[in-house]
């Protein structure tokens, strides 16, 4: 079991890589149960598939049905984590995303938590994002500290 460090001026922990990978697996695994039956209904497949004569993934940011995706995906991030404090799976594994102080984070944050996500996403696999949270003693990735939010345990 991982320690998780202490928020100075509140005593609240802050939340390990595993603790917060396993909530944007949850995340992801109820997003996943919008995106393909819509998909289904939509395409008529099941996933999402470039047909037949195109190649490669730039499709996928031209593809209408993608972009609504990811703007619903980004939007439930940030109205989530701006307006209740964290999404579905933080908050099923006792998470919330707040200031360093330990206040609440506003909307204004977390769109700018989740929009640098893209960076935290480089070079591959979220190796970056990964490495800054395992090295940060707030165990903060790099759009945390660009937002100045951090994740914490809940109480």
């Known amino acids: 079991m991982t320690i998780e460090p202490s928020l100075p001026s509140t005593g609240m922990q802050y939340a390990s890589l595993g603790r917060r990978f396993a909530a944007l697996a949850i995340d992801f695994v109820l997003l996943s149960l919008i995106f393909f039956p819509v998909t289904r209904l939509v395409k008529g497949t099941w996933v999402m598939t470039a047909g037949e004569h195109q190649w490669g993934y730039g499709w996928f940011i031209t593809d209408p049905l993608c972009l609504a995706f990811l703007a619903v995906i980004v939007l439930y991030f940030v109205v ?18 707040v200031r360093p102080d330990g206040s609440n984070a506003d909307l204004k944050q977390a769109l700018v938590r989740n929009l640098v996500r893209a960076v935290d996403a ?26 100045r939010t951090r994740v914490i345990v809940r109480p």
């Open 80 to 97: 989530m984590e701006g307006l209740v404090g964290a999404t579905i799976g933080k908050r099923l594994l006792g998470m919330r995303v």
């Open 122 to 147: 480089l070079p591959a696999f979220c190796i970056l994002g990964v490495v800054l949270i395992v090295r940060s003693p707030e165990r903060a990735r790099f759009g945390d500290r660009v937002a």
